[in-house]
């Protein structure tokens, strides 16, 4: 990447966020954030697509948001605010809406498995998902969506609909670029590494939890899968759960693949499994101490929320009203 880029990106607030979303997003943002122009946002209207208790939903969305505070990202050097709280979201979406075809979002990976996850309540929200998220990275001129894999589909829909619509109306969108990571960009379940790491997997033994203690951690490592031929190697396709686990460990570590294989030549899983819970705790103790902080004063943060989403509606605005303009509606005297 060279000069200053402006990235969006958003994590929703289903759960707990997991290893998954640190290393495979959460990390990313703050490491971006120091030459990037960035925005950041707990995307809590995605979030409602599963049935949540009101209060869990509440306690859960200060958590995600104290939680990407105590990663590093700060007021200063980004904009960090919650979706619900900026109005122009849900209003580009419902416009975008009539410019994505039924066709598309039916072909969106995570619809079809999020519907077979929940046969019961396969709601309109679940199906439209991939236009609010459209709508999130459009609203803000976005040149650059850090992303893990899975939503590799999503951004590019987003790119789809931005140039359907420059392509009836004029430069009215930028189109943005998913940003993927080499390593990391899909931390696997610790039971079956054939699947990506959920926080909404009913198994808490398949994530770790960002808020998971050391005796946890320690514990879901233990009991990870991985297989019968006893070599550390980096190999995705015959050794999935070693394959994920070296890539969890190097992450955490800084350290590389090859580095990986070399220490841990002629040891066994025993050693590999605790030297890997050990490197993750020690990633996460310092975020889960900063981000129980934060939580413990939650009038600080709702004001730091709603000093963010005021700025946030305010740098959304120009490009919610050249949609407005473009399509044709009359705009509103002030
Ligand atoms: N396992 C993962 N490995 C790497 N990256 C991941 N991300 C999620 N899981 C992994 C990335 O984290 C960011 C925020 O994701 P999200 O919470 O908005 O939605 P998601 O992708 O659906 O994540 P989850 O954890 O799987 O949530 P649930 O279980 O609620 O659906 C995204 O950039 C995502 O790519």
Redesign the pocket.
């Known amino acids: 990447m060279s000069g200053q880029k402006r990235i969006f990106?958003?994590?929703?607030s289903?759960?707990i966020p997991?290893l998954?979303?640190y290393?495979?997003?959460m990390k990313n943002w703050a490491e971006m954030q120091e030459e990037n122009d960035c925005i950041y946002c707990v995307?809590d209207l995605?979030a409602i697509t599963i049935r949540l208790e009101p209060e869990d939903f509440r306690r859960q969305t200060r958590l995600v948001y104290a939680l990407l505070l105590a990663c590093g990202l700060t007021p200063d050097r980004c904009l960090l605010y919650l979706q619900s709280h900026v109005h122009q979201h849900a209003e580009l979406s419902w416009m975008l809406n009539c410019y994505t075809m039924f066709g598309e979002l039916s072909r969106m990976t995570q619809f079809k498995d999020k519907s077979r996850k929940n046969p019961d309540n396969i709601n309109a929200g679940l199906f439209d998902y991939p236009v609010l998220m459209a709508a999130d990275i459009l609203l803000f001129d976005t040149d650059l969506v850090p992303?893990?894999q899975?939503?590799k589909q999503h951004v590019e829909l987003a790119r789809d609909i931005a140039e359907r619509f420059n392509g009836i109306y004029g430069d009215v969108f930028t189109v943005p670029q998913p940003f993927i990571p080499r390593v990391?960009?899909?931390?696997n379940s610790l039971i079956d590494p054939s699947r990506?790491?959920?926080?909404?997997d009913p198994n808490p033994a398949a994530y770790i939890a960002l808020t998971d203690g050391r005796d946890v951690i320690l514990s879901k490592f233990k009991k990870a899968v991985t297989d019968s031929d006893p070599h550390v190697r980096f190999d995705p396709v015959n050794k999935p759960g070693v394959s994920n686990l070296m890539a969890i460990y190097a992450l955490t570590g800084g350290k590389s693949l090859e580095e990986v294989e070399r220490e841990f030549d002629g040891k066994g899983y025993g050693a590999f499994k605790l030297a890997v819970g050990e490197s993750v705790d020690a990633a996460l103790a310092p975020i889960r101490l900063k981000a129980a902080e934060f939580c413990s004063d939650p009038d600080t943060l709702d004001r730091m929320m709603a000093d963010a989403a005021e700025r946030a509606a305010a740098l959304a605005e120009p490009c919610m009203s050249r949609v407005r303009q473009a399509i044709g509606f009359i705009e509103k005297r002030r």
């Open positions: 990106s958003g994590i929703k289903t759960g997991t998954g979303n290393l495979g997003a995307v995605h992303v893990g899975d939503q990391g960009a899909k931390i990506k790491m959920d926080k909404s």
